[in-house]
């Protein structure tokens, strides 16, 4: 494979790693699938559309920018086939309604993702060009967008890695988000790869990820919701991202006033759910529930208005119920897991133990005593420091096993 090595005086133009890249809602939950190399130039591309563009433009893209964090090895050949590869992608995406607006049940249409690419390889460069048919997508965004910095998502290798940090991100302020198991493999565009291989998409998907976003601003962790014994959905779980409620929160005084302030609760209102909130009626991990549950079924195109939905759900408490469920179910689950660890804590401890022992009841045997003195007749202190401190680990392991 024909590779460019850089050395430490080769001119390098990566992008500015405090450049935004932005995307509507609509194209981070799009289906389509991209290769590591594709993936990489479209961030490239994000990363030089401007905030006022109204067209896209041409983009030169040194080939160099292509190359993984930290790499200075570019593969050219790769690159070529990739610049072919991806003339041929399509989204399977929802299209919008008027003013760039989802819709409540949307059509699904594929569009071309390229206008045209093509690789010169005495320049060291790939020229492309989006689309135009994506322009709702990408241009002259208002609301119901995501915005991720460039700096955050160089760090990515994986391209599911990519897609999560992007679906993550989309729900930045919530802390959390539910995915059935179907639809991220569909988001993802793994449709046939690990299936009925759930060990090997956690293995090689969601615990890739998680090791590579914790390096970014949306570290997370996840839970897996089982119907049997089958995973059903995913659970993904992270800090709500202080920087989407700095400005409200520096008006009110608690962190669910900002956000029910940032969804577009009337602060008029808030009153009537801090006197709830205040009054017991329900815990304030019901507010964030109520939040979370309205922001998918707006995704769901369930409702129009989380706003109202969300203020409604408070002030009737008609999810409480299903917020005490989920909170006994969490409960329980912390229990079981606490309950495995220990077990699982307590049969090393008793493997380690009969090890001890067996190494200690051999020492003790007299033939071994025997052969200790052969073998150091000017240190017979050894033989007793031996069993001595084998005694003493047997002791040790006793002891950790007894006090679980």
Request: charged content about 25%; glycine content about 6%; hydrophobic content about 40%.
């Amino acid at each position: 494979m024909k590779t460019l090595t850089l050395s430490a005086s080769s001119p390098v133009l990566p992008l500015v790693p405090d450049v935004l890249a932005v995307q509507h809602n609509a194209l981070v939950n799009a289906r389509f699938g991209l290769g590591t190399l594709e993936m990489r130039l479209f961030l490239c591309m994000l990363g030089r559309i401007g905030r006022n563009d109204t067209a896209f433009t041409e983009c030169s893209i040194p080939v160099r920018e292509l190359a993984p964090e930290g790499s200075l090895n570019v593969p050219y050949s790769e690159v070529a086939a990739m610049v072919k590869q991806l003339t041929r992608r399509a989204l399977d995406i929802e299209k919008l309604g008027p003013e760039g607006r989802r819709q409540k049940d949307p059509d699904i249409i594929s569009i071309p993702l390229m206008s045209f690419a093509s690789y010169s390889k005495s320049e060291g460069t790939v020229v492309s060009r989006f689309n135009d048919a994506i322009r709702p997508y990408l241009l002259q965004l208002r609301d119901n967008f995501t915005k991720a910095e460039i700096k955050h998502l160089q760090k990515l290798k994986s391209v599911s890695s990519h897609r999560i940090y992007w679906l993550l991100k989309e729900y930045a302020a919530f802390g959390r988000r539910t995915v059935s198991l179907s639809e991220l493999r569909n988001l993802l565009g793994l449709t046939t790869e690990y299936e009925g291989r759930f060990d090997h998409f956690r293995a090689r998907v969601l615990d890739r990820a998680q090791q590579e976003l914790r390096e970014t601003d949306m570290p997370f962790t996840y839970e897996m919701i089982r119907q049997g014994k089958s995973v059903t959905e995913i659970r993904f779980l992270f800090a709500p991202a202080a920087s989407l409620m700095a400005e409200p929160a520096a008006l009110v005084g608690e962190k669910w006033e900002a956000l029910l302030l940032g969804i577009g609760v009337a602060g008029k209102s808030l009153q009537q759910i801090r006197i709830q909130l205040e009054s017991g009626y329900y815990q304030e991990g019901y507010i964030y529930f109520v939040i979370d549950r309205m922001a998918e079924q707006v995704r769901l195109g369930k409702i129009k208005k989380q706003a109202g939905a969300v203020y409604k759900a408070l002030t009737e408490g008609y999810l409480l119920a299903d917020y005490e469920q989920e909170q006994k179910s969490s409960l329980k689950k912390s229990k079981q897991l606490k309950q495995a660890q220990v077990s699982r804590q307590q049969q090393k401890v008793q493997g380690e133990l009969e090890s001890a022992q067996n190494s200690l009841n051999w020492l003790r045997n007299p033939e071994i005593a025997v052969s200790y003195a052969a073998k150091y007749p000017d240190n017979p202190e050894i033989y007793p420091q031996h069993v001595a401190a084998a005694e003493k680990v047997v002791a040790t392991l006793l002891a950790q096993l007894n006090s679980h």
